[in-house]
Structure formats: structure tokens, C-alpha cells
């Protein structure tokens, strides 16, 4: 064996999973095919019983500080919002901090904990038998061939650990289309702050901790044509003028993606040496950071 576990994927679901078999001295490697690191976030905050695993661990230091705590939470983008408060917990909130951070905070502490980590590595194939798993991934210098006990899937919705394991994933498609762009508003002060339901969908506009806004615009009875295609500005002032009629006014965009409601979960979450956990194992409407929330969760039940 060349490593204990092959974590496939390295987003915070496969990196969590490194640092619980990393606390009990497992061998780990994780392959991620990015070089480095997402500079944008496409999920915002930690919900209680995730913030309550992470106290768990010793991992809140710096990430929660008296800015980052919210006692409401947007549930898959439902209206009115969730009230925390009512929850029996030592941590009744949103921790309100970007998945980039957590990435980060999680890989510091895989590292300490002795794991590799890999980037620049995807994976092209996976072989198991009775004994162990082979992952072979092309990397900067090379194709790199791992003999392992497990492999795990850990990337994504589009995972390909699923797909060479031959393991399906049935479901519904989308049936909603969300568009998001954090950006600057030209007068924070003129727009209502949180969700706004018309009958053509919501828009929903969160202030940042660092001075920006997060605008996500859902549209109903109709789904993104190409889900990969890029949004561009024109086409998010569009979207927030169908849901609300009249336009937002808003600058200096700096990131911008769409996202769907498709359902999906996997028939099986294991097959022989091989296992599944987050978006690998299930999709679903993102909206309010249940995936990363829900991913983080089956890491520290999997480790």
C-alpha cells in the first residue's frame, strides 16, 4: 500500500475527511485537480450542528468572532427565515464566513496532521479488488498511480470516482434557475437587505462582512439551457429585472455563477473499496449552504 486513503477531491468535504483519519494517524493522500485554491466562495456560512462538529474539533478559531455569529438562517431559499435562537445548542447560528476560508483553515490543519495533499492531480482511472483500490491521476510531473486500503470520492456532483466505480445517480432535473453575483451596491441604503418574492421568483441581497454584497436572483418554472455557461453582467441585471421589475443598482462585479434545484443521490454510497460522500453522493438546491454544510457532516460521519 502506498497510502492508507485516497480522498479524491480536495473542496472542504475530502479535506474534513483527511483531518478526521488524519486525527487517528491514518495515511492519507488527497488528489485535487486545481493548482491552488478557489479565490471566490460559492457558499456562505456554517450552520449550528456543523458549527458544533467544528467546536468539536478545535477548529473555530479564527473563523468566528463577534461579526460572523447571525441567529437566522435562509433555508433553501424559503421565506420567512429560519430563527436559530430557538435551538437547544451552545451555538444557536449562522457562522457567517466564506467556504474559501474554510478551505483553507481545513488544508492548514489536514497538513499539520500529516496528510498529502496533492493539487494539480485529476484522476483518469480507478481499479479495486478485494484487498484495496488503484487510483492513477495525471499531475504536473506526470501520472501518479496510488495503491490504497479505500478511495473516496469527495468531487462533486460531476464526481468521477462515481462514475468509474459504477455507481448511478438518478434524480430530477432542475426545475428553477439561480443566478449569483457578489458585487458592490451603488446605495446599500436603497435596497431592502435579505429576500424579496414577486411572482416571477426572489431576489435575495446580503451585505458581506467585508463591505460587498451577495445578490442571487431565482426565477420559477424554467432551468439554465447550459448550466456551464458563464454569466455576464447584462445577464444578471436582466434576471433581477424579470423577478423585480425594476432595476438594482450595482458595480465592480468580481464574481458571478449559476446553479440549479436538480436532485440527485447516488444508488449506493460504497462500492467494494470505494465510497462517496457530499456532492459525490447527492445533489440538491444549494441555496443557503446546505451542501456544504450537509458535505461537512458526512465527512466527520465517513472519517
Known amino acids: 500500500m502506498d497510502t492508507s486513503v485516497v480522498i479524491v477531491g480536495g473542496g472542504p468535504v475530502g479535506l474534513m475527511t483527511a483531518c478526521e483519519l488524519g486525527l487517528v494517524g491514518v495515511r492519507v493522500t488527497v488528489l485535487e485537480r486545481a493548482e491552488r485554491r478557489p479565490e471566490h466562495s460559492r457558499a456562505w456560512g456554517l450552520h449550528p450542528r456543523t458549527v ?34 430557538a435551538m437547544d445548542t451552545d451555538h444557536p447560528y449562522l457562522v457567517n464566513v466564506p467556504q474559501a476560508r474554510v478551505e483553507e483553515m481545513l488544508e492548514e490543519r ?44 469527495c468531487d462533486g456532483g460531476r464526481s468521477t470516482v462515481r462514475r468509474l466505480a459504477g455507481i448511478d445517480f438518478p434524480g430530477t432535473p432542475a426545475s428553477v434557475a439561480s443566478l449569483l453575483c457578489d458585487c458592490t451596491m451603488v446605495d446599500m441604503g436603497a435596497e431592502r437587505r435579505g429576500m424579496t418574492r414577486t411572482e416571477r421568483g426572489t431576489v435575495n441581497i446580503n451585505l458581506r462582512p467585508n463591505g460587498t454584497a451577495r445578490i442571487v436572483t431565482t426565477e420559477f418554472d424554467t432551468a439554465h439551457e447550459d448550466r456551464d455557461a458563464p454569466v455576464g453582467i447584462d445577464e444578471f441585471r436582466a434576471a433581477v429585472r424579470r423577478v423585480l421589475g425594476r432595476d438594482v443598482a450595482m458595480a465592480e462585479p468580481t464574481w458571478t455563477a449559476r446553479f440549479g434545484d436538480a436532485t440527485r443521490q447516488a444508488d449506493r454510497y460504497r462500492a467494494g473499496r470505494v465510497l462517496l460522500a457530499g456532492d459525490a453522493a447527492h445533489i440538491h438546491f444549494p441555496y443557503g449552504g446546505l451542501g456544504l454544510n450537509l458535505g461537512l457532516q458526512d465527512a466527520v460521519n465517513l472519517g
Open 52 to 85: 458544533e462538529t467544528l467546536d468539536r474539533r478545535g477548529l473555530l478559531d479564527g473563523i468566528l468572532h463577534e461579526r460572523a455569529a447571525w441567529p437566522k438562517l435562509p433555508l433553501a431559499g424559503l421565506w420567512p427565515l429560519l430563527d436559530l435562537q
Open 110 to 153: 489536514a497538513r499539520a496532521l500529516g496528510v498529502t495533499v496533492l493539487r494539480g492531480h485529476e484522476v483518469r482511472e480507478l481499479e479495486q479488488d478485494d484487498d484495496g483500490a488503484t487510483v492513477t491521476a495525471s499531475g504536473p510531473s506526470g501520472d501518479v498511480r496510488l495503491r490504497a486500503a479505500y478511495a473516496v470520492g
